[in-house]
């Protein structure tokens, strides 16, 4: 029998507390049972170096750098400004003299890009920077034995976005309410814990390796809500954030803050925080020379401001420009950006308001700003109007700031998407969103928003990381496939979901024994691949969001959120249910969109179905473009969401015995929970709905 397990950082650690998650050592057989030369010098080419001499030394293989060069190599890590490299195939490549390479051997790598060849029995990846190599070394590791094959296309890899960046909502101080981790569901913090850093450089310097294989190139360290703490990052605990820096940094990732925006008044001890101060500014440049001091590569300030109770421009009759370009003057002389959050908003919102419409806060106040931003500031804006729902349309914002660096924000901790608990694999529908085309088939990309101007770059794509402590990393095990789309969405938004899927599966469950992998992987795509849409069907319907317990947001509660001054209502009366957001008739967020959305999205017809309820407010018995009435898709899209789920349990017992029994309890467990919970979530949206609407389930099955 095969018996894929997941391998243990223990293996190599000692007595690690923690799962390899990908990345086990024997993913490193095919590179480490061969001779491999690594050309050039440099702080990530010896973590390369490093990863070569562990592989090899585990699986028999050679690893020279240096002379003597007599080298009988099968692969060649070089950088080619290192020089001639000391091996005839490598260096005809490194020519552009190889006919292999014609065409992709000669051009631009950039900073992080490679190229990868084979030439007369020998893999090649070169590079013109070292994170280049970093990342040609993971691709050799993700290929296996096929980087090997003499029929290895020769191709040049350049990530499409150059910021992949994770956001921690990591406190460090335990806070009374959102705790070590604000909406974490996968224990403590890595950094932080109880008021203090960690000083775990073993574990950080795991989690380093895990996001540099994926591709991820930045994290910020701390929540994005600022509490009294953690705003002395940026002064006094400043030397916490260096030692992380320090250790993240072999792995190619530049750390981030995220910083109080009233920081010169509480740290500064200056009457104010006006951004047109002079007092403010100067404060601000001192801090950041002395981040810069310290932290020479320092990535910059994530900030979010006069959103939900912090603090920002607004209370000195400032706008967001004005606050961002504030910190972008601070930053621009040592090459650091501000992300500058657009997730602003009335949170204070009375039910009874009809006209107020959350989903329009966000272009409401930053389009207008579009022009008036610094070079270095990039406006970080979530996915959707509202916020990480498991499904929105796509925010607005995107195609309404042609003349401003953006960022796309998701997030891979699963606040709304079953916390961990629910298995719930978020690459289809981040690549959904990446793929979405605003000004219809003729434009581009959100993803193309993101990558930005040729010349200025974009802002990229950043995620709500969905790491913790946790043995696993990310309670669920099966989580960690969220983190690894992630980063590989960011490096590239074309990739098929499903693909990064096999990549995971391949990275991460590994054949102990010679056998068949194919139960584990075919199991692992019949539970994931599908499994985001499954989590929608069985909460909220039809794109009206929310309907989650207030707080935690964990589990149904379909008024929970109805006359909470949140501003996210569904408005479900005896005779319908939705937002009515037209310009005909509603708040006239449709018109925040260009066409050919503005009029797809108006047209209750048009609009598809999935977001129907978003955008508008219909009889229960409308009948949708699938033909069914809006009840009808209700109760049959919640029972069979129920039955999926009790379908990957059943597939996920069949594989006991053969994946590592801690991991597969631990899944068992969490599919136990996602049961329970989903059939909780049926049995109240359906008897709501039938409560309300009076109408029957035309397949008479069971509402209470
Ligand atoms: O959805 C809300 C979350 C908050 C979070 C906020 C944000 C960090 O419930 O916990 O605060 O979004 O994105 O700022």
Same mark, same amino acid.
């Given at each position: 029998?095969?018996?894929? /397990?997941?391998?243990? %950082?223990? +293996?190599?650690?000692?007595?690690?507390?923690? *799962?390899?998650?990908? $990345?086990? #050592? !024997?993913? @490193?057989?095919?590179?480490?049972?061969?001779?491999?030369?690594?050309?050039?010098?440099?702080?990530?080419?010896?973590?390369?170096?490093?990863?070569?001499?562990?592989?090899?030394?585990?699986?028999?293989?050679?690893?020279?750098?240096?002379?003597?060069?007599?080298?009988?190599?099968?692969?060649?890590?070089?950088?080619?400004?290192?020089?001639?490299?000391?091996?005839?195939?490598?260096?005809?490549?490194?020519?552009?003299?190889?006919?292999?390479?014609?065409?992709?051997?000669?051009?631009?790598?950039?900073?992080?890009?490679?190229?990868?060849?084979?030439?007369?029995?020998?893999?090649? /990846?070169?590079?013109? %920077?070292? +994170?280049?190599?970093?990342?040609?070394?993971? *691709?050799?590791?993700? $290929?296996? #034995? !096929?980087? @090997?094959?003499?029929?290895?296309?020769?191709?040049?890899?350049?990530?499409?976005?150059?910021?992949?960046?994770?956001?921690?909502?990591?406190?460090?101080?335990?806070?009374?309410?959102?705790?070590?981790?604000?909406?974490?569901?996968?224990?403590?913090?890595?950094?932080?814990?109880?008021?203090?850093?960690?000083?775990?450089?073993?574990?950080?310097?795991?989690?380093?390796?895990?996001?540099?294989?994926?591709?991820?190139?930045?994290?910020?360290?701390?929540?994005?809500?600022?509490?009294?703490?953690?705003?002395?990052?940026?002064?006094?605990?400043?030397?916490?954030?260096?030692?992380?820096?320090?250790?993240?940094?072999?792995?190619?990732?530049?750390?981030?803050?995220?910083?109080?925006?009233?920081?010169?008044?509480?740290?500064?001890?200056?009457?104010?925080?006006?951004?047109?101060?002079?007092?403010?500014?100067?404060?601000?440049?001192?801090?950041?020379?002395?981040?810069?001091?310290?932290?020479?590569?320092?990535?910059?300030?994530?900030?979010?401001?006069?959103?939900?109770?912090?603090?920002?421009?607004?209370?000195?009759?400032?706008?967001?420009?004005?606050?961002?370009?504030?910190?972008?003057?601070?930053?621009?002389?040592?090459?650091?950006?501000?992300?500058?959050?657009?997730?602003?908003?009335?949170?204070?919102?009375?039910?009874?308001?009809?006209?107020?419409?959350?989903?329009?806060?966000?272009?409401?106040?930053?389009?207008?700003?579009?022009?008036?931003?610094?070079?270095?500031?990039?406006?970080?804006?979530?996915?959707?109007?509202?916020?990480?729902?498991?499904?929105?349309?796509?925010?607005?914002?995107?195609?309404?700031?042609?003349?401003?660096?953006?960022?796309?924000?998701?997030?891979?901790?699963?606040?709304?998407?079953?916390?961990?608990?629910?298995?719930?694999?978020?690459?289809?529908?981040?690549?959904?969103?990446?793929?979405?085309?605003?000004?219809?088939?003729?434009?581009?990309?959100?993803?193309?928003?993101?990558?930005?101007?040729?010349?200025?770059?974009?802002?990229?794509?950043?995620?709500?990381?969905?790491?913790?402590?946790?043995?696993?990393?990310?309670?669920?095990?099966?989580?960690?496939?969220?983190?690894?789309?992630?980063?590989?969405?960011?490096?590239?938004?074309?990739?098929?979901?499903?693909?990064?899927?096999?990549?995971?599966?391949?990275?991460?469950?590994?054949?102990?024994?010679?056998?068949?992998?194919?139960?584990?992987?075919?199991?692992?795509?019949?539970?994931?691949?599908?499994?985001?849409?499954?989590?929608?069907?069985?909460?909220?319907?039809?794109?009206?969001?929310?309907?989650?317990?207030?707080?935690?947001?964990?589990?149904?509660?379909?008024?929970?959120?109805?006359?909470?001054?949140?501003?996210?209502?569904?408005?479900?009366?005896?005779?319908?249910?939705?937002?009515?957001?037209?310009?005909?008739?509603?708040?006239?967020?449709?018109?925040?969109?260009?066409?050919?959305?503005?009029?797809?999205?108006?047209?209750?017809?048009?609009?598809?179905?999935?977001?129907?309820?978003?955008?508008?407010?219909?009889?229960?018995?409308?009948?949708?473009?699938?033909?069914?009435?809006?009840?009808?898709?209700?109760?049959?899209?919640?029972?069979?969401?129920?039955?999926?789920?009790?379908?990957?349990?059943?597939?996920?017992?069949?594989?006991?015995?053969?994946?590592?029994?801690?991991?597969?309890?631990?899944?068992?467990?969490?599919?136990?929970?996602?049961?329970?919970?989903?059939?909780?979530?049926?049995?109240?949206?359906?008897?709501?709905?039938?409560?309300?609407?009076?109408?029957?389930?035309?397949?008479?099955?069971?509402?209470?």
């Amino acid at each position: 029998m095969s018996v894929p /397990v997941t391998g243990r %950082a223990a +293996a190599d650690a000692g007595e690690s507390a923690w *799962h390899a998650a990908w $990345l086990p #050592p !024997a993913v @490193f057989r095919a590179l480490g049972s061969r001779g491999v030369l690594v050309h050039g010098d440099g702080p990530l080419v010896d973590t390369v170096i490093d990863e070569v001499s562990r592989a090899c030394a585990r699986y028999g293989g050679r690893l020279w750098h240096g002379p003597p060069w007599q080298v009988d190599a099968d692969l060649v890590l070089a950088l080619r400004e290192a020089g001639p490299v000391p091996n005839a195939a490598a260096e005809a490549v490194r020519l552009g003299a190889t006919p292999a390479v014609n065409g992709t051997g000669d051009g631009s790598l950039g900073d992080e890009g490679y190229l990868l060849a084979r030439a007369d029995g020998v893999t090649v /990846v070169l590079a013109d %920077a070292p +994170a280049g190599l970093l990342y040609g070394m993971f *691709h050799v590791v993700r $290929l296996g #034995p !096929a980087a @090997f094959d003499d029929d290895l296309p020769a191709r040049r890899h350049r990530p499409a976005l150059d910021r992949r960046m994770l956001d921690h909502w990591d406190n460090v101080a335990v806070h009374p309410v959102s705790g070590q981790v604000e909406r974490g569901y996968a224990g403590g913090s890595l950094f932080w814990r109880d008021g203090a850093a960690r000083h775990e450089p073993a574990r950080l310097r795991d989690y380093g390796r895990l996001l540099a294989a994926c591709g991820v190139n930045a994290i910020c360290v701390n929540n994005v809500n600022v509490h009294d703490t953690e705003a002395r990052l940026l002064t006094d605990r400043l030397g916490d954030v260096a030692e992380i820096a320090e250790v993240l940094r072999p792995y190619g990732i530049r750390v981030h803050l995220s910083v109080t925006f009233a920081a010169p008044v509480v740290l500064g001890g200056l009457p104010t925080a006006d951004p047109l101060d002079e007092r403010v500014r100067a404060w601000w440049a001192a801090a950041t020379r002395r981040v810069y001091q310290r932290i020479p590569d320092f990535g910059g300030y994530l900030v979010k401001a006069d959103s939900e109770g912090r603090p920002g421009p607004f209370a000195y009759g400032r706008d967001h420009a004005d606050g961002a370009n504030l910190l972008a003057g601070a930053l621009a002389p040592h090459g650091g950006v501000v992300r500058w959050r657009a997730f602003v908003y009335d949170h204070r919102q009375d039910w009874r308001d009809r006209s107020t419409d959350r989903a329009r806060a966000a272009h409401d106040h930053f389009a207008p700003l579009d022009g008036r931003f610094a070079d270095n500031v990039i406006v970080q804006v979530k996915f959707g109007p509202i916020d990480f729902q498991a499904r929105e349309p796509v925010s607005p914002v995107l195609a309404a700031m042609p003349a401003t660096r953006l960022a796309v924000e998701v997030q891979a901790t699963q606040e709304y998407t079953g916390q961990q608990r629910h298995v719930c694999y978020l690459g289809p529908w981040w690549s959904e969103v990446l793929g979405f085309r605003p000004r219809g088939a003729a434009g581009g990309t959100i993803a193309d928003v993101a990558a930005g101007r040729a010349g200025t770059g974009g802002g990229g794509l950043a995620a709500v990381a969905n790491v913790g402590d946790d043995p696993f990393w990310t309670g669920h095990p099966l989580a960690q496939a969220n983190l690894y789309a992630f980063g590989r969405l960011a490096w590239d938004p074309r990739l098929d979901p499903a693909a990064i899927l096999d990549e995971w599966i391949d990275l991460t469950w590994v054949p102990v024994t010679a056998g068949d992998p194919d139960p584990v992987r075919r199991t692992m795509h019949a539970i994931m691949d599908d499994s985001w849409r499954t989590y929608e069907r069985y909460t909220a319907p039809l794109g009206v969001g929310f309907m989650v317990r207030p707080g935690h947001h964990y589990g149904p509660d379909v008024d929970g959120y109805e006359y909470t001054p949140w501003g996210t209502y569904h408005f479900a009366d005896r005779d319908g249910v939705g937002v009515d957001r037209t310009r005909a008739t509603g708040t006239g967020f449709t018109g925040q969109y260009p066409p050919p959305w503005s009029e797809v999205y108006e047209s209750r017809e048009r609009c598809p179905d999935e977001l129907l309820l978003f955008f508008h407010h219909v009889p229960y018995r409308h009948v949708l473009q699938d033909g069914r009435t809006v009840i009808q898709h209700i109760y049959d899209t919640h029972f069979a969401g129920v039955e999926e789920v009790a379908a990957m349990r059943e597939r996920w017992r069949l594989l006991a015995g053969a994946v590592d029994p801690a991991v597969h309890d631990r899944v068992a467990e969490r599919l136990d929970e996602q049961f329970r919970s989903a059939v909780e979530w049926r049995d109240q949206i359906n008897t709501y709905f039938f409560r309300k609407s009076g109408v029957p389930d035309a397949h008479g099955r069971r509402i209470y």
